[in-house]
């Protein structure tokens, strides 16, 4: 979002709603209602005086503790632009009263109520409708007490009560008598999975965010006990599972399987009454209850609707296709929650998905109106001065400031030698803090900057943008992660958090006053793009940049295109998965910027960002090929378990093979009257750690095929937790009207396949009648996972990272979901992780966005923080060339001498060649020797002044 708001290339419109859209796709024109601010963000500072003096609302006793939001008022610190508006509704002014105080106590006079709606007419070329999603109806929330009782809350208010900027600063407070609680439940599904309300869907991310928020409550409250009570966990996402599990052990949290009804007030706490499976009435009393609520969509869906021309879907979501998942109608495309529920990851996947199809549409235009940044040349001046620091201490909202002491870490780095100033900031990325911190430079006139912060994975590029754009050279800020390796890992010793935040900030300063500027290079982008994998995936991100006006070369290892969806014979959305298959394949063949291998492997892949080049070996022979970019698509397989007397009995098939009896029709399954079907068979904790998130619905989709088959047909689906996320819950919610039959197990009891004379039978423990039972089966399917090629040669070739499971990893969960660590090299499908085909297919369009954004620039700039060698000092061993995992250094001849040189633009500053080369030939730029070495005697410093004092006291 900071971003966004400092791209010259795009505008933002807050208060702002498009009132009409007319025109075609490529040229639109839209008419904007801007709504008035009242308050002038070029004048406003952020400081908060408006807000504060701004008289409350009369509220009731619950309200006057949870509810400090004024008619003055921003959203939350981190909002672009960073400033305050007045909300027309709750400005007593503004509604006929004589209340003008925030006027007066404005110091710098921004507020301005003559300002007027204003309309404007945009011309574009594509609409992206990305409203996010709405809230739950509060007769959902009604029947468990919210409202009615204040110790039942929303989990949208205990993230506020957690805030360093909520109304209790961070602490865990009951609003009822503002104590801290010591039971905690959270309720699951609510305003989700329910058909009273109108939510038969499931929200796909409330099971994930309830975890989450009960790690930070025990981070905030370690002696709080807290209770999570599930239908079903759906933790079905890349790593989730695993997060999970942590999470339940590291904390103590109890789980519980169980719908509660509603909930009582007790003895001035909440009482909940359940039933757990094995039929056991229960009764608890919690001081606080949260409920999880769900995603509806967004509210006025249907008047946006109607405005654009689009449709919805029976619950007010946007419309879309599994062949297309975002576009809503020619010209006009969805991304994130409004598409249908989803996490941060996908919404973030979608958004660039969304950005390729656009781009794809305006590849004509591309470049006409564009800005291109441009920063001020460096003050020669200021760098020519000694080191003067300026250290930044973020509070980061409660994760740094709710355990590290950071005034008092900021009072000690201004003590530290060459630092010249010293503050804290709330949040040092946002867009306030990065304009106050160039202000700032210019002010004291620093040359060198500490950030004391979160990590410099994530926003070191955006610090150093900023020093960038304050005349300074990119290299000469250091940041010291004390939110990860501080606050985070010792939360429960703050002294010793403290402690380590100021020996991590004298060594940051240290260093800092080492380093020296860097200079950034450029490389040139041969315009074109290896796609690795023929499947759905790779032909999806071959499309899309070959429309984006790119050549592409498409390596598929077997005969034919279509991988793994060349098995799939039916969609759970209903769509015709070999129509979709035959469409792709057509477009991929016909089109002239894509060149198709088939039967080829890909042999090597040497250069870097903006200049790869591989060798391709088809049945005809060798081929080098030259590209800027390369997209990882080389897809997953089909798990077989060992165990299930899978391969021993025909009776035993997986979910892939059963679909494709059912594709044959009745005739195909003979005298099969009863099916067994065992989910997680292999997966989650058994042979492959992981859930692979599809299997559910394949099941339920599958069930309900077989039922249309043989309506009088048995089908039992034994299950650990039916993870038919999103809208895929109609399904199971169909299955179950239809008489497929559920049955839970739990992963100490997983059920067993035994022969059984000719047959077979499934031996399974019900919680209910508390006994095993015997099922026989005429068929017993098998849903097993996806896992990832045991060996992927292209992924060694890259050397790009790889999860515990064997998928790739991808450089950031949320910010960077298709990126991976080797810059140039983009992921999709399910070479990244096990999801079904709209969302492969978007992510691939994902992949196709980013992988184009260097083809269209052109050009890279190479991060300084590289290795250069000394060539006076280079003897020429070539120990460097052998060991560096980049291919990054080369040995040439200069002057008649072998010497190594490096490829500015592949090396990844990973240190390796520098750590052995026997003559120090080799530095890392922003990690020089002096510089590591001032940091090593920082931090022995303080030890060796405290030994110092005490030796003075004992002598005196």
Not at 359 to 381: H, T
Request: aromatic share 6%; net charge neutral; glycine share 8%.
């Amino acid at each position: 979002m900071v971003e966004a708001g400092r791209s010259p290339n795009i505008e933002i419109l807050t208060l702002a709603e498009v009132e009409a859209l007319s025109g075609r796709p490529g040229n639109f024109k839209a008419r904007v209602k801007i709504r008035p601010r009242y308050i002038d963000p070029d004048k406003c500072t952020a400081c908060g005086q408006c807000m504060q003096y701004c008289p409350r609302e009369a509220v009731d006793e619950y309200n006057e503790r949870l509810d400090f939001t004024r008619a003055a008022r921003i959203d939350f610190p981190q909002a672009v632009p960073t400033a305050y508006y007045i909300d027309e509704e709750r400005c007593l002014h503004l509604n006929h009263e004589t209340c003008m105080i925030c006027t007066n106590v404005c110091g710098p006079k921004a507020i301005d109520f003559s300002q007027k709606p204003e309309v404007r007419e945009l011309e574009v070329g594509a609409v992206v409708l990305t409203p996010g999603f709405g809230e739950v109806p509060e007769a959902a929330l009604e029947k468990y007490g919210y409202g009615i009782y204040p110790d039942v809350m929303t989990s949208l208010e205990i993230e506020r009560l957690m805030c360093v900027s909520g109304p209790s600063g961070g602490e865990i407070l009951r609003p009822s008598d503002l104590s801290h609680p010591r039971k905690i439940a959270f309720l699951q599904c609510v305003g989700s999975r329910d058909v009273s309300c109108g939510r038969p869907f499931c929200s796909s991310v409330c099971c994930m965010y309830a975890m989450k928020e009960a790690s930070m409550l025990k981070e905030h409250a370690p002696e709080a006990e807290i209770t999570l009570f599930f239908m079903d966990v759906r933790t079905q996402g890349k790593g989730f599972d695993a997060a999970f599990e942590r999470a339940v052990e590291k904390y103590g949290l109890r789980t519980v399987y169980a719908r509660v009804p509603k909930v009582e007030e007790v003895s001035g706490r909440l009482g909940l009454t359940y039933v757990t499976e094995d039929g056991e009435v229960h009764r608890e009393l919690f001081d606080l209850v949260v409920l999880s609520v769900g995603l509806s969509a967004p509210a006025g869906a249907e008047e946006l609707a109607q405005r654009f021309g689009i449709e919805l879907n029976p619950f007010g979501f946007a419309r879309t296709s599994v062949a297309d998942p975002l576009t809503a109608k020619p010209g006009i495309y969805v991304a994130g929650a409004f598409q249908g529920p989803k996490d941060i990851p996908e919404s973030v996947m979608q958004a660039s998905g969304a950005a390729a199809k656009v781009s794809e549409l305006l590849a004509e235009a591309r470049g006409k109106d564009q800005v291109a940044k441009e920063f001020p040349p460096e003050d020669q001046d200021l760098l020519s001065l000694p080191p003067r620091v300026g250290v930044f201490v973020c509070h980061c909202g409660v994760n740094i400031a709710g355990v590290v002491d950071v005034e008092r870490v900021k009072e000690y780095a201004a003590q530290l030698p060459g630092v010249v100033y010293a503050d804290t900031t709330v949040y040092s990325c946002a867009q306030d803090s990065l304009e106050r911190l160039k202000e700032i430079i210019r002010e004291h006139k620093l040359n060198r900057l500490v950030i004391a912060a979160c990590s410099p994975r994530t926003h070191e590029p955006l610090f150093q943008e900023t020093l960038r754009e304050a005349g300074l050279n990119l290299a000469l800020v250091e940041m010291a992660n004390i939110r990860d390796q501080c606050a985070w890992v010792h939360a429960d010793d703050p002294e010793a958090a403290t402690r380590k935040a100021m020996d991590q900030v004298r060594m940051a300063v240290a260093k800092a006053r080492r380093l020296r500027p860097l200079e950034l290079q450029k490389v040139e982008v041969t315009p074109g793009a290896l796609v690795v994998g023929g499947g759905a995936a790779g032909m999806a991100a071959a499309l899309s940049i070959a429309e984006q006006g790119y050549e592409v070369y498409l390596v598929e290892r077997e005969p034919e295109l279509g991988g793994n969806l060349r098995r799939v014979k039916f969609l759970a959305e209903g769509e015709d998965p070999q129509k979709i298959l035959k469409d792709l394949i057509r477009r991929v063949e016909k089109h002239p910027r894509i060149r198709v291998y088939t039967s080829a492997s890909v042999e090597n892949i040497s250069g870097y960002v903006g200049n790869f080049t591989s060798t391709v070996r088809t049945q005809a022979g060798s081929e080098v090929i030259n590209h800027g970019v390369v997209v990882v698509a080389t897809g997953g397989r089909e798990h077989r378990p060992s165990g299930y007397l899978y391969g021993e009995s025909p009776k035993v098939v997986t979910q892939l093979e059963f679909e494709e009896k059912l594709s044959r029709g009745k005739r195909s399954l003979g005298k099969v009257k009863r099916v067994v079907m065992i989910q997680c068979a292999g997966s989650r904790g058994e042979e492959l750690p992981h859930c692979s998130k599809l299997c559910c619905q394949q099941a339920v989709k599958n069930a309900l095929r077989f039922k249309d088959l043989h309506p009088d047909g048995e089908v039992i689906v034994l299950y650990r937790d039916m993870r038919t996320y999103g809208f895929y819950e109609e399904l199971y919610r169909e299955a179950r009207k239809r008489g497929v039959v559920f049955l839970r197990y739990t992963p100490e009891r997983r059920p067993r396949v035994e022969k059984k004379g000719r047959g077979v039978v499934v031996r399974t423990y019900d919680a209910l009648l508390k006994e095993e039972m015997e099922i026989p089966a005429d068929l017993v399917v098998l849903s097993v996972g996806i896992e990832a090629d045991k060996e992927n040669p292209v992924a060694q070739i890259l050397k790009t990272p790889l999860t515990p499971e064997g998928f790739i990893l991808e450089a950031h969960v949320k910010l960077k979901p298709v990126e991976v660590a080797v810059d140039g090299v983009y992921v999709c499908g399910l070479a990244h992780g096990p999801k079904p085909l709209a969302e492969i297919l978007a992510q691939a369009r994902a992949a196709a966005a980013k992988a184009v954004v260097p083809l269209a620039k052109g050009f890279v700039e190479v991060p300084p923080i590289v290795s250069s060698v000394d060539q006076k000092k280079c003897i020429g061993c070539g120990i460097c060339a052998a060991l560096c995992p980049y291919s990054a250094i080369e040995m040439v001849k200069v002057d008649k001498r072998r010497k190594a040189q490096v490829i500015s633009a592949a090396c990844k500053g990973c240190g390796v060649c520098g750590s052995h080369c026997p003559v120090f030939a080799i530095s890392l730029g922003g990690f020089t020797d002096e510089a590591i070495l001032e940091q090593i005697r920082a931090f022995g410093l303080e030890e060796a002044q405290e030994t110092e004092k005490e030796a003075e006291k004992e002598a005196a």
